[in-house]
């Protein structure tokens, strides 16, 4: 086993891949307690060996072996009593999420996975499972850890190919709302204008209108699909890119609250605190950047 040193360091106040590499994969040994932190990544943080206790907005969880977690950017996290545990980390860049790996939001399960479960039934942005048997992720982190080594822009196709086969042995082991099936278009055409356009004054109404659905039938797909309505999804969607404006720029929070859709700043404020356990100000004071 090699404990690789990561190439990830704090930007900023949030953690970043620093040599431009789209995926890293390496094993970390945590003693004791490692601090709360954010990043600008996606990360996988899969438990080879030990124990430990692993914090986030969403609760303590105790992890053990075969215990996976995966984290959307901007979801704090740290751990504590740790002993002797050892992850294998796999952390990849949002710009490979939405570019590359984009067709995933209309798979059933990745899509579950990557975009819309880290935010379903209150899980704060965080998505955990359980491998019973490692032995079906191990083959694809070892080989994304060696590809480490080689020129990225030679070898991008293995790299994307190894690390879609990891997600998809997670996806398989995550719990759906139901049984997963192709999403219907509507769903990935709301997904695109609520994103591109967070700060419109969205209603349901207005949605369905664009999509030529009803309101009522347009909440069942959505959330058959994604597990959240429209508008919850939309809050979500709010609150992540709130988290990152916070860290990695100096805008007054009044000024985030209104470019991520929601002017009326106590609103805002209660939004935050409910959804990362802080509020706006104490989650820069912790993440963000020096003043």
């Known amino acids: ?123 704060r942005g965080i998505m955990a499972t359980h491998l019973p048997e490692l032995a079906a992720c191990l083959p694809h982190l070892d080989a994304l850890s060696l590809l480490r080594d080689q020129p990225a822009g030679w070898h991008r196709a293995e790299i994307i190919g190894r690390l879609t086969l990891l997600l998809g042995v997670l996806a398989r082991t995550v719990e759906h709302p139901e049984p997963a099936r192709v999403a219907h278009p509507a769903v990935a055409q709301a997904l695109t204008l609520l994103e591109g356009d967070p700060a419109h004054h969205w209603t349901l109404t207005e949605l369905a209108a664009l999509l030529h659905v009803a309101p009522a039938y347009l909440v069942r797909l959505f959330k058959a699909t994604t597990g959240l309505p429209p508008m919850a999804y939309l809050s979500q969607h709010r609150l992540e890119s709130a988290a990152t404006m916070l860290v990695r720029t100096q805008d007054p929070i009044t000024s985030i609250a209104r470019t991520v859709g929601w002017p009326d700043q106590n609103h805002f404020a209660r939004r935050f605190r409910a959804h990362y356990g802080l509020s706006a100000s104490e989650y820069r004071t912790r993440f963000g950047r020096p003043g």
């Open 1 to 123: 086993m090699r404990l690789a040193q990561p190439p990830i360091e704090k930007v900023d106040g949030t953690l970043v891949i620093t040599d431009g590499s789209p995926v890293w994969s390496g094993h970390y040994l945590h003693e004791q307690d490692h601090p709360d932190h954010t990043h600008s990544f996606v990360e996988i943080a899969l438990v080879l060996e030990g124990s430990g206790m692993h914090r986030s907005p969403a609760g303590p969880r105790l992890l053990e072996v075969g215990d996976v977690v995966l984290l959307r950017p901007g979801a704090w996290h740290g751990y504590a009593d740790c002993s002797g545990l050892v992850l294998y980390n796999c952390c990849f860049s949002v710009d490979l999420l939405r570019q590359e790996l984009a067709w995933t939001r209309d798979d059933p399960l990745l899509g579950y996975l990557l975009w819309t479960g880290p935010y379903a039934d209150d899980r």
